[in-house]
């Protein structure tokens, strides 16, 4: 199996207080089946993500984002040089090889993945499953830096007029190095949390799953006990909205746009930012 490049996503998992209502949630919500043997959840029988039972209270409910590396070790020492902090240290967990969490220096925790016996998603880009990342922080200048000084990140800023968003937009698109910047290549991509967003809201990376019709995905998220964070809306990139899950988990999800024949695979066009407003609306009896 080819290695994955340095720094890019090779996993997402959650760690949920009651196992088997989240299993209950994201199998209704994407489709997912689920290894009996693994904390994995399967779409078609190919691997997409870990559902894990939260095993301390005091950790917050939500998605991780894992990146690639081929040492966890020295890229650890390289995170710490460049202003990030390890929240927890490079540890081995058997068949799944060795894992880590980090910060950037404005906060935002991902982890770290070195492969073991298998090489995290088997499928991405399809309805049901990862299709980006984005990290949102309020030090853009520093977290740029970061992320290029430690994984190499090719970086663009994203054209405000194109985004159809005001000229002092600021969003950047990630590439993987060793390629070309551009739609084809980008993964992922750094928003600011602006004034419009709530003064409390930490630095953190938003993982976007692919889905069929987003609407729905909200309409079936309220049903299922969770809510809606950003009403659903339209992008150059396609229809997106930001959920919670029953147990608070926040997450993404993106609805490719839907044109004259067959629609583009999501690894073939752009990707979207989470708008940079606060929800205006959210389904009676939420906080």
């Not at 309220?222 to 339209?234: I, K, N, Q, S, Y």
């Amino acid at each position: 199996m080819a290695a994955r490049t340095e720094g890019t996503p090779c996993w997402v998992d959650a760690q949920l207080p009651d196992l088997e209502a989240g299993k209950r949630f994201y199998g209704e919500l994407f489709g997912w089946t689920f290894d009996p043997d693994r904390d994995e959840a399967l779409l078609a029988g190919r691997r997409v993500a870990g559902l894990l039972p939260k095993r301390d209270g005091r950790m917050p409910t939500t998605w991780t984002l894992y990146l690639a590396t081929r040492d966890a070790g020295s890229l650890s020492t390289r995170i710490k040089a460049a202003g990030g902090q390890m929240v927890m240290e490079p540890y081995p967990v058997g068949p799944f090889g060795v894992l880590a969490l980090a910060a950037d220096p404005g906060g935002a925790v991902f982890g770290l993945r070195q492969s073991g016996d298998d090489d995290g998603f088997e499928v991405v880009n399809r309805p049901g499953s990862f299709c980006w990342m984005e990290v949102y922080t309020r030090r853009p200048e520093a977290v740029d830096t970061f992320y290029a000084s430690v994984f190499g990140y090719l970086g663009r800023q994203a054209d405000a007029e194109e985004e159809g968003r005001d000229a002092g937009f600021d969003y950047r698109v990630w590439s993987p190095p060793g390629s070309r910047p551009g739609d084809d290549s980008a993964f992922g991509g750094r928003a600011v949390i602006t004034d419009d967003f709530p003064a409390e809201m930490p630095g953190h990376v938003l993982v976007y799953f692919a889905v069929h019709d987003c609407d729905q995905a909200c309409a079936i998220t309220v049903r299922l006990g969770g809510r809606v964070a950003t009403p659903a809306f339209d992008t150059p990139h396609g229809r997106i909205a930001v959920l919670h899950d029953n147990q608070g988990a926040r997450f993404a999800v993106l609805a490719e746009p839907k044109g004259p024949g067959e629609p583009k695979r999501l690894a073939e066009t752009k990707r979207p930012a989470e708008p940079t407003r606060p929800p205006e609306t959210k389904p009676a009896g939420t906080a």
